[in-house]
């Protein structure tokens, strides 16, 4: 579980890094809008990191508990 988030991490960059180099060179904006999609796979991932944390802390708290 905790593997697969280096893998969405690099995921989600690369997806904004080259959607955003595509974008950049439809529009003529580099690089703006590969550094803004860039950051929103950085926050993506951060999010998604805090949820699997908060996860896996809620299932150790239960099987301490026993229940």
Do not use: C, H, Q
Request: net charge positive; no cysteine; charged share 20%.
């Amino acid at each position: 579980m905790i593997g697969s988030f280096g893998f969405t991490a690099a995921g989600s960059m690369a997806v904004g890094y080259f959607l955003g180099s595509y974008l950049d060179k439809k529009f003529d904006t580099s690089p703006w809008i590969m550094v803004i999609l860039i950051m929103l796979g950085v926050a993506g991932s951060f999010i998604e990191f805090y949820r699997l944390i908060k996860k896996l802390f809620a299932e150790d708290t239960r099987g301490r508990n026993g229940t």
